[in-house]
């Protein structure tokens, strides 16, 4: 007798495809100040209309003048693109990070994390003092939090699962990131930041198993059970964040090997029982 066959199809792709206190740098400082909005564009902005999504931007600035934009300005979790305008230095260069999770509200974590001393989401909105962060609608300036956050470019996302929550690095989410770089403030701007996609498919087909049961895991993530009455299972296709969000954004036709594992285990006869396994590239 032969042993039962089993036939994998496993395709990978890649699609890459208000203010509230004035920053200030001294308690005597009286700079001046532009109020702005922002708003984001590209694959990001169809999905802007859904009050589920959850935008987290970091503002970062010039200190020192010198050419280099690293010191924290501000950062802000939002579910409503209405909601963001920020006050600005006069005189500064700044840049503006930003990701999105498609219905975040429903698939991330809201409660207590950790050691943390308050509810909040954590990653990827974890902040670098390992505080979760409140969904505000508004900017915290550094003045007010020295804080900001610490994740927004790795796929790390703290997603519900029935024991509470868990932190897988390729999350099953559509994730968003996008910068806008060397920003120096004028009145009535609008400042547009250009959001991709940072996100892979997997489809996992399985067929001419008969009987007993079957277990594919993509690292880590189960894709499928037991084998169905009509021999074959198509998972369809499941979306993941890249481990590496930014690098995804930021590198043309961003590449990134998995792993894929399968075991099977018949009913009937133990000899039968077969293990396997295979590296993906997103393409």
Known sequence: MNKTNIIFAILAFAVIAGCTKPFRLAP?????????????????ETKASSTNNIYG????????????????????????TNDMTILLLKGYHYKFVCTMVKNGKNVLYYGQYGSNTFPGYAKPFQRSNSESTALGNRFIYKSEDE????????????????SGYEEPSMPSIERYYGQYDGYAPRSGDVVTIPLK???FGIRLI????????????FDGELLSGNSTPSLKYDSGVRLFSFSDVYNCWYTDNYEQKLNAYWSFKSSIFSGWAQTGGRQLRTR
Not at 57 to 80: C, E, H, M, R, T
Not at 208 to 213: A, M, R, T
């Open 28 to 44: 005597d400082d009286d700079s001046e100040y532009i109020t702005l909005s922002l708003g984001v564009s590209g694959a990001g």
């Open 57 to 80: 931007i970091q503002v970062q600035y010039d200190s020192q003048k010198d050419g280099n934009i690293d010191a924290p300005y501000a950062y802000g979790l939002f579910d409503n």
């Open 147 to 162: 804080d900001c956050f610490s994740g927004l470019g790795w796929g790390t996302a703290t997603i519900k699962s029935p």
């Open 197 to 199: 996609k940072t996100v």
């Open 206 to 217: 399985i067929e001419k198993v008969p009987e007993g049961s079957l277990n594919a895991l």
